[in-house]
T-cell receptor
Framework: QQQVKQSPQSLIVQKGGISIINCAYENTAFDYFPWYQQFPGKGPALLIAIRPDVSEKKEGRFTISFNKSAKQFSLHIMDSQPGDSATYFCAASANFGNEKLTFGTGTRLTIIP | NAGVTQTPKFQVLKTGQSMTLQCAQDMNHNSMYWYRQDPGMGLRLIYYSASEGTTDKGEVPNGYNVSRLNKREFSLRLESAAPSQTSVYFC???????????FGPGTRLLVL
């Protein structure tokens, strides 16, 4: 059973546009929600993360929006650039210090000129 | 500071062969993880180790064994490889006081 559902599977956005990737979770015990970015041939790397005590977190052009009641969170990439082309994974874990991250299935983002 | 390193980068096996994937980290992290990545499936946890001397099963442990050799090294063994184990394998590590997992570059495994 997929505990973290991610959509869309792939996304094409024009340079300068806004990229939006959505995730929904089922486990109400989840309390940490990171996004990882993966370039071809590389391992994933943490991009940005949020805890449910805030509804939004922004770091540069990247913003996480979090809706606790709907059990959804999303990644927004403003002014998308060709260098943002990568695969993005949302993830979730429960209890600070808990060992397990549950990942979404990934979104392949392509930014076209 | 190399971070998380994995060997080999690429391996081809025949069904029934065995092999060990090696992982090492030089960040003095407590926890280490093995994931497999398959198209459309995301990253799935195979095994993890919260500290030296302990290992626990993840989501997809069948067909794999692990060894936490010391604080730095965490190996993944396939005793009898099957085509269903064709995948990209990632090792990751984490400092206990933090939540960020740091990933290695991956090992691409093809089982014929």
């Amino acid at each position: 059973q997929q505990q973290v559902k991610q959509s869309p599977q792939s996304l094409i956005v024009q340079k300068g546009g806004i990229s939006i990737i959505n995730c929904a979770y089922e486990n109400t015990a989840f309390d940490y929600f990171p996004w990882y970015q993966q370039f071809p041939g590389k391992g994933p790397a943490l991009l940005i993360a949020i805890r449910p005590d805030v509804s939004e977190k922004k770091e540069g052009r990247f913003t996480i929006s979090f809706n606790k009641s709907a059990k959804q969170f999303s990644l927004h990439i403003m002014d998308s650039q060709p260098g943002d082309s990568a695969t993005y994974f949302c993830a979730a874990s429960a209890n600070f210090g808990n060992e397990k991250l549950t990942f979404g299935t990934g979104t392949r983002l392509t930014i076209i000129p | 500071n190399a971070g998380v390193t994995q060997t080999p980068k690429f391996q081809v096996l025949k069904t029934g062969q065995s092999m060990t994937l090696q992982c090492a980290q030089d960040m003095n992290h407590n926890s280490m993880y093995w994931y497999r990545q398959d198209p459309g499936m995301g990253l799935r946890l195979i095994y993890y180790s919260a500290s030296e001397g302990t290992t626990d099963k993840g989501e997809v442990p069948n067909g794999y064994n692990v060894s936490r050799l010391n604080k730095r090294e965490f190996s993944l063994r396939l005793e009898s490889a099957a085509p269903s184990q064709t995948s990209v394998y990632f090792c990751a590590s984490r400092l206990r006081a933090q939540e960020t997992q740091y990933f290695g570059p991956g090992t691409r495994l093809l089982v014929l």
